[in-house]
């Protein structure tokens, strides 16, 4: 049952409980799954938390049903597919409020740092075994390329403009006990997302000065393990608002309070949203993310939607030699000349059909004006096909998004296509567009 300890300060039960709730269901079927085998005992531990959903509220007094299944089982791993219902006992009524999917992998209790094998799971068809690996091999893929990621937290700026991104950032330092760690005496999962989830909370609230909620959390990413005794530093930053949420990117770093000489590190990272809610727990429009500030990293995630066409041109080509004119595809050279540009950065990761791009602005730029998915089209550029950071030029553009023409910069891309670096020459870059 949900006790006054388990609710946020507006009287709902803490996303961050909810979300330790899941771990913890999670943890024990994973656990006694991989221990069906004949080799050393083993505990099963949290490597990745797919997209959790948060469909309904559950408040004090209803009865929290959390309920777990094995999906898939890959040579090392697992997938647990968690299912939340909240129970009102006065009446009855059952609701489902949240869906996540974790994957966990065992290991011993002998030796941390050896992975064991988990036994075969039976499924009800192949097709259903297929589907899992197709999943593990998303996952897979996306957790290699995002453990390369170990962006540094921007310092805080003194008097930063509201609604700007250094005026939300905020940190919480926590540092680790024996209550918080399980039997090998690293933190829980569970410990950790509750820890990102009150400062996304604090970030979103200092953003909007309302109510706020979770919405949905991204993939939530374990690259290492937290051990007891360190001192962890939870920071968060908004990276985008829409008309009614806000994303916001939390890390998580430690560092040993006892070994001053070992380095801190990224242990976990993700992405929160959250809705501001009126005095009658409605959906509300929030402040739009100021992102055209001087030397502030941005992020923005180009999801899978609509396809969009481009006819993209130049009103002119710097490259010497080439006075004419042009388009992209008019000339195979364009990207070898040395130019300045507004917007350097460089794509943290891509898998099925989701490119995060960090950005840089060199100095100050108008996204308004400018329009922010030209500016991600030069990031893109930028990071996949030159040698060199170089400017595009001055760029006429007109885009389609189906039947519509895309007038709001807010509006998304299908996807771009990952590309490795290649021979400037080899292909025109309208065949950038998927």
């Excluded at 083993?42 to 309920?67: D, N, Q, W």
């Excluded at 966990?104 to 297929?130: C, F, G, R, T, W």
């Excluded at 290699?144 to 700007?164: A, I």
């Excluded at 910069?409 to 870059?429: A, W």
Aim: net charge positive.
């Amino acid at each position: 049952m949900m006790c006054p300890d388990d609710a946020n300060i507006v009287g709902n039960v803490h996303g961050g409980t909810i979300l330790k709730m899941i771990e913890e269901a999670g943890c024990i079927i994973g656990t006694r799954h991989c221990n069906t085998q004949n080799e050393d005992r083993c505990v099963a531990a949290l490597v990745r938390v797919e997209k959790t959903e948060f469909l309904y509220p559950m408040f004090i007094g209803e009865v929290a049903h959390v309920s777990a299944d094995i999906t898939y089982a890959s040579k090392h791993s697992v997938e647990v597919q968690v299912k939340v219902v909240a129970e009102n006992i006065l009446t009855g009524t059952k609701k489902l409020t949240n869906k996540a999917a974790l994957w966990y992998v065992p290991v011993s209790l002998q030796n941390v740092d050896k992975i064991m094998e988990v036994p075969a799971l039976k499924y009800d068809s192949p097709e259903q075994e297929e589907e899992g690996k197709k999943r593990y091999e998303a996952q897979k893929m996306e957790r290699l390329e995002t453990k390369e990621r170990n962006e540094e937290v921007l310092p805080s700026v003194p008097n930063p403009e509201q609604h700007s991104v250094g005026f939300s950032q905020s940190s919480l330092i926590h540092l680790v006990g024996p209550s918080d760690c399980t039997l090998h005496d690293f933190v829980h999962g569970g410990v950790t997302m509750k820890l990102m989830d009150e400062v996304a909370g604090i970030v979103a609230v200092r953003h909007c000065n309302t109510n706020v909620v979770t919405a949905s959390v991204d993939a939530i990413n374990f690259h290492r393990k937290i051990k007891k005794g360190c001192v962890v530093t939870v920071t968060g930053r908004m990276t985008f608002t829409s008309n009614k949420s806000m994303e916001i990117e939390v890390f998580v770093d430690a560092s040993p309070l006892l070994e001053p000489e070992k380095a801190k590190y990224r242990a976990v990272s993700a992405f929160f949203t959250f809705i501001s809610l009126d005095k009658y727990n409605r959906p509300q429009p929030v402040p739009p993310l100021k992102v055209g500030t001087c030397f502030h990293k941005v992020c923005h995630i180009i999801k899978p939607g609509s396809m969009v066409y481009l006819n993209i041109h130049f009103s002119g080509c710097s490259h010497i030699g080439c006075n004419s004119e042009s388009s992209y595809t008019k000339c195979d050279s364009h990207f070898d000349y040395p130019m300045r540009a507004l917007w350097i950065g460089r794509v943290s990761y891509y898998t099925n059909g989701l490119c995060k791009i960090s950005v840089s602005l060199s100095h100050h730029c108008d996204v308004r004006s400018h329009g922010l998915f030209k500016s991600l089209f030069h990031v893109f550029l930028l990071s996949h096909c030159l040698k060199n950071p170089a400017p595009l030029g001055e760029l006429n553009w007109k885009s389609v998004f189906g039947k519509k023409k895309i007038t709001n910069s807010l509006q998304i891309l299908r996807r771009f296509p990952l590309l490795p670096r290649r021979n400037h020459k080899e292909n025109s870059p309208t065949s950038l567009i998927a």
